[in-house]
């Protein structure tokens, strides 16, 4: 036996246990900041946090602890998520380069500048949730348009997008397998 004691720390924890943990805790709506470190980890690939309270702290630790992310999901399905500030989104747009789903339905601060970084840094995406974010509109279009290129599922209801915008998506590099979705 040794001498120090690692009962209550989860970091002791096997990664897939640890995953289902944090699974079981976003789902409820448990993740905070406190705990977030001794159940998320570098391993893990899908994250759904729509069920979750975030703020700025939880977005920073989201991407330092799970910079592999191929699937995040911060949208909310009821009301909307305003509690999340333009730089904190920033942030974890730009420091995500595995993603392949995202999630942002009904972030209500998101807007074309923060949206923009996105297009860049995470070139694979294949699924984009923007519905009911209602500051996003054509720059972000025209941006998304032009790089993302493996882009396949597009969730646009309730946003400012309008006929320019959606005409940059139809003569995109993305334009032969996008799906645009407005319900």
Do not use: F
């Not at 120090?4 to 289902?20: A, C, D, E, I, K």
């Not at 992310?69 to 380069?97: C, E, F, N, W």
């Amino acid at each position: 036996m040794t001498s120090h004691s690692t009962r209550g720390n989860s970091r002791y924890l096997p990664g897939n246990v640890r995953t289902q943990l944090g699974k079981v805790m976003a789902r409820r709506g448990l993740l905070c900041a406190r705990n977030m470190p001794l159940v998320l980890h570098e391993g893990m690939y899908s994250l759904d946090l729509s069920e979750s309270q975030l703020r700025q702290e939880e977005v920073g630790l989201v991407w330092r602890l799970c910079p592999r992310l191929k699937r995040l999901d911060i949208g909310v399905r009821r009301g909307t998520r305003d509690s999340l500030s333009t730089t904190a989104l920033a942030q974890l747009l730009s420091h995500l380069p595995s993603l392949l789903s995202l999630n942002l339905q009904s972030c209500s601060l998101l807007n074309d500048a923060t949206l923009l970084p996105l297009s860049s840094s995470s070139p694979y995406l294949t699924s984009l949730t923007l519905s009911g974010c209602s500051l996003v509109s054509d720059p972000s279009l025209l941006a998304i348009a032009s790089r993302l290129s493996y882009l396949q599922a597009l969730g646009l209801a309730y946003t400012q997008v309008s006929s320019v915008g959606l005409t940059a998506l139809a003569k995109g590099v993305c334009a032969k397998v996008l799906k645009v979705g407005y319900k």
